[in-house]
């Protein structure tokens, strides 16, 4: 008995030790597409040229997310700028010196649930990773 019980704490633990690597990786490259993303949105929409980051803009990030594997309905976007008017208009552009925030979101979709072999508690399902940039518009109109 004390050696079934053995093999079956051991293959757990083995099966988390072989695994544990691969879904920390993919966490990894999706933590770091989303902050990539955002960066690149507010580097375009605070430019001179835009002062904001429309609704196309953000349908054509979904769309490059998309390549990486992830899906694109399930990514979130919050758009804000410091004086409170939305930043996502293109008539109105956020003039220079207004701060634009972006926070963009994705669901850890069961990344974690191998975590659960060792009595590891995972993520809620309602829980998201978060990537975050705020960056001055340099709109002039």
Same mark, same amino acid.
Request: one cysteine or more.
């Given at each position: 008995? /004390?050696?079934?019980?053995?093999?079956?704490?051991?293959? !757990?633990?083995?099966?988390?030790?072989?695994?544990?690597?691969? @879904?920390?990786?993919?966490?990894?490259?999706?933590? !770091?597409?989303?902050?990539?993303?955002?960066?690149?949105?507010?580097?375009?929409? !605070?430019?001179?040229?835009?002062?904001?980051?429309?609704?196309?803009?953000?349908?054509?990030?979904?769309?490059?997310?998309?390549?990486?594997?992830?899906?694109?309905?399930?990514?979130?976007?919050?758009?804000?700028?410091?004086?409170?008017?939305?930043?996502?208009?293109?008539?109105?552009?956020?003039?220079?010196?207004?701060?634009?925030?972006?926070?963009?979101?994705?669901? @850890?979709?069961?990344?974690?649930?191998?975590?659960?072999?060792?009595?590891?508690? #995972?993520?809620?399902?309602?829980?998201?990773?978060?990537?975050?940039?705020? /960056?001055?518009?340099? @709109?002039? #109109?």
């Amino acid at each position: 008995m /004390k050696q079934i019980l053995i093999f079956v704490l051991f293959a !757990a633990l083995l099966c988390w030790l072989m695994f544990s690597p691969i @879904y920390k990786h993919v966490l990894i490259v999706r933590q !770091a597409v989303l902050q990539q993303e955002v960066d690149y949105l507010l580097e375009v929409g !605070a430019s001179g040229s835009y002062g904001y980051i429309s609704g196309e803009m953000q349908e054509q990030s979904r769309q490059r997310m998309a390549r990486f594997g992830m899906r694109p309905d399930e990514i979130e976007f919050e758009l804000t700028a410091a004086n409170g008017l939305a930043a996502s208009d293109p008539s109105a552009p956020i003039l220079r010196g207004t701060g634009i925030s972006l926070t963009m979101s994705y669901p @850890y979709e069961n990344l974690f649930e191998i975590d659960r072999l060792i009595g590891l508690t #995972p993520p809620l399902p309602n829980e998201r990773m978060r990537a975050f940039g705020m /960056k001055m518009s340099e @709109y002039v #109109p």
